[in-house]
């Protein structure tokens, strides 16, 4: 027991990371890395699911995005789909563009990203 007092064994709920050590989600590369979802909502009167995103381009020319959304319910069903995309968007430029759903959602939702494509604009 004296083993267990000095290793701090007597102490057998969760523990909690020091500051700065926290857990991350691993870090994304690419076109992914471009996207962001800042908001994820069910539309009232519709009830249809929407997420808000921001595309910044971190590429060095002027690009091209498509993006897909997926909305998914409380049991981790996909309710429905969306897509978005911008044109032109020059290096270092900011896009905030919206992904609906075509299906209504009973409740609320949980908005992924689950593929995004660049390609250069044409000059």
Known sequence: MALAALMGGGDTGPTKPPPGHEKTAPSVSGPRADVRIT???????????TAEVRITNHSSKTSNYWVDVEFVDARGERVSDGSTGTNHLAPGRVANETATGTREAAGQVTCRIIDVTRYAAAP
Not at 39 to 49: D, F, I, Q, S, T
């Open 39 to 49: 908001k994820c909502a069910v539309l009232e009167g519709v009830r249809w699911p």
